[in-house]
């Protein structure tokens, strides 16, 4: 393995564009740029692709092109779940619902509604960052209005209980007016065209995700909206996206979007193989390294994502080493990238500061290969011995 050869190991922060998609964006750029909602020749071309990409991607997720709403991302998508349903039905609660492992996109969002008078409450997970469906039940009060659990973690990889969820919030449900109803989001920016996501299966009334996830194009993403559900509209303007996202629409992204989605249903069975690489880099690295520790189950968790803490070690020190033999992973988001904050999702499992600073997420994906593993096997070890030998934190030091 050369060493000025780039090994990506950071593709829950973002994907590289496959390059089909780019081949299905290019014409949107070039000959047909027209406007979707102009009523000529060049409009209804643009028009006739989005139409074509709503309705790959719904029946992708199990729902009609009617119940998509195309925005610019996975956040916009969760601002708009968030906000739309809090305000919309202000006057009947104003009682929120999520965990205390959510992206900042959901946390950020809730702590603004709080500031809004509404009240919300963050439920805690266990050590491996799994939410209880149990304490979902008990948390839902007569004011509760929406409940939005993420369905992966984009740290740890845990995969939440979100049918479970979704059954229970369906059985409350079922004993009040449909007028008090409790809405229920997942913000599956992390886990769609990773594994199986069906708006029905999970009992889901809105659902967020993002194109550069699953090997699309940046700045575009979806909220799925179930119908009937009641949502404020998350900008105003034009009528486009049924009232509720105001603005041209990104046909080359939305186009992109929707070959991103079928490839990723195409190559669904490679996350099998991506599972296997990442299992035997932990393998390897558990062999080679000692005060190594596992952040998240073993089980319930994302083919892509192996978070492990490397005592010891600070976790940017880690990166800057890995960087400089051509190896990008993370300390956790790519959001909180910068921060010296402990990470949040981590503080919520119970992981002890020191271990969380020696954290580093390898997130692998479809590129990915045997031999950049074993590169990884060879040089990650002799890092971490270079810089514990260094550090003040090792014993005996």
């Given at each position: 393995?050369?060493?000025?050869?780039?090994?990506?190991?950071?593709?829950?922060?973002?994907?590289?564009?496959?390059?089909?998609?780019?081949?299905?964006?290019?014409?949107?750029?070039?000959?047909?740029?027209?406007?979707?909602?102009s009523l000529h020749s060049k409009g209804r071309e643009a028009h006739a692709a989005v139409d074509e990409a709503r309705t790959a991607i719904g029946n992708f997720l199990g729902t009609e092109a009617v119940d998509i709403i195309f925005t610019s991302g996975?956040?916009?998508s969760d601002n708009m779940a968030i906000k739309g349903v809090g305000f919309k039905n202000m006057d009947r609660g104003n009682h929120i619902i999520t965990s205390s492992i959510e992206h900042l996109a959901v946390l950020e969002t809730c702590r603004f509604?709080?500031?809004?008078?509404?009240?919300?409450?963050?439920?805690?997970?266990?050590?491996?960052?799994?939410?209880?469906?149990?304490?979902?039940?008990?948390?839902?009060?007569?004011?509760?209005?929406?409940?939005?659990?993420?369905?992966?973690?984009?740290?740890?990889?845990?995969?939440?209980?979100?049918?479970?969820?979704?059954?229970?919030?369906?059985?409350?449900?079922?004993?009040?007016?449909?007028?008090?109803?409790?809405?229920?989001?997942?913000?599956?920016?992390?886990?769609?065209?990773?594994?199986?996501?069906?708006?029905?299966?999970?009992?889901?009334?809105?659902?967020?995700?993002?194109?550069?996830?699953?090997?699309?194009?940046?700045?575009?993403?979806?909220?799925?909206?179930?119908?009937?559900?009641?949502?404020?509209?998350?900008?105003?303007?034009?009528?486009?996206?049924?009232?509720?996202?105001?603005?041209?629409?990104?046909?080359?992204?939305?186009?992109?979007?929707?070959?991103?989605?079928?490839?990723?249903?195409?190559?669904?069975?490679?996350?099998?193989?991506?599972?296997?690489?990442?299992?035997?880099?932990?393998?390897?690295?558990?062999?080679?390294?000692?005060?190594?520790?596992?952040?998240?189950?073993?089980?319930?968790?994302?083919?892509?994502?192996?978070?492990?803490?490397?005592?010891?070690?600070?976790?940017?020190?880690?990166?800057?080493?890995f960087d400089m033999k051509g190896i990008c992973a993370s300390t956790g988001s790519a959001c909180t990238s910068g921060s010296l904050e402990q990470s949040h999702v981590l503080k919520a499992m119970g992981v002890d500061a020191v271990t969380a600073q020696?954290?580093?997420?390898?997130?692998?994906?479809?590129?990915?290969?045997?031999?950049?593993?074993?590169?990884?096997?060879?040089?990650?070890?002799?890092?971490?011995?270079?810089?514990?030998?260094?550090?003040?934190?090792?014993?005996?030091?």
């Amino acid at each position: 393995m050369k060493k000025d050869k780039i090994i990506y190991m950071d593709h829950n922060a973002t994907t590289p564009m496959h390059p089909e998609v780019l081949k299905a964006m290019e014409p949107f750029f070039t000959d047909k740029y027209g406007n979707a909602s102009s009523l000529h020749s060049k409009g209804r071309e643009a028009h006739a692709a989005v139409d074509e990409a709503r309705t790959a991607i719904g029946n992708f997720l199990g729902t009609e092109a009617v119940d998509i709403i195309f925005t610019s991302g996975g956040t916009e998508s969760d601002n708009m779940a968030i906000k739309g349903v809090g305000f919309k039905n202000m006057d009947r609660g104003n009682h929120i619902i999520t965990s205390s492992i959510e992206h900042l996109a959901v946390l950020e969002t809730c702590r603004f509604m709080q500031a809004h008078g509404f009240e919300v409450t963050y439920l805690p997970v266990d050590e491996y960052g799994i939410v209880k469906a149990e304490d979902v039940r008990k948390a839902i009060t007569d004011k509760t209005t929406l409940v939005t659990i993420m369905h992966a973690n984009n740290e740890v990889g845990t995969i939440q209980p979100i049918a479970e969820i979704g059954a229970i919030i369906k059985k409350i449900n079922a004993k009040r007016p449909k007028e008090q109803r409790v809405y229920f989001h997942t913000d599956a920016v992390q886990s769609f065209g990773k594994i199986p996501v069906d708006v029905e299966e999970l009992g889901v009334d809105l659902l967020s995700a993002s194109g550069h996830k699953i090997y699309g194009p940046k700045g575009v993403g979806l909220l799925y909206i179930r119908k009937g559900t009641q949502i404020a509209p998350g900008s105003l303007g034009g009528h486009h996206e049924r009232s509720l996202r105001a603005g041209t629409e990104n046909v080359p992204g939305i186009v992109g979007f929707a070959k991103a989605v079928e490839l990723a249903k195409k190559n669904f069975k490679e996350n099998d193989r991506v599972k296997g690489l990442r299992d035997r880099l932990y393998q390897g690295l558990n062999e080679r390294i000692t005060d190594i520790k596992m952040n998240g189950g073993p089980d319930k968790r994302l083919s892509t994502t192996l978070s492990v803490a490397l005592r010891y070690v600070e976790g940017e020190a880690l990166l800057l080493n890995f960087d400089m033999k051509g190896i990008c992973a993370s300390t956790g988001s790519a959001c909180t990238s910068g921060s010296l904050e402990q990470s949040h999702v981590l503080k919520a499992m119970g992981v002890d500061a020191v271990t969380a600073q020696g954290t580093v997420r390898f997130s692998l994906g479809l590129d990915n290969t045997d031999a950049e593993v074993d590169y990884c096997l060879k040089e990650i070890p002799k890092i971490v011995e270079r810089l514990r030998s260094m550090s003040p934190l090792t014993p005996d030091q």
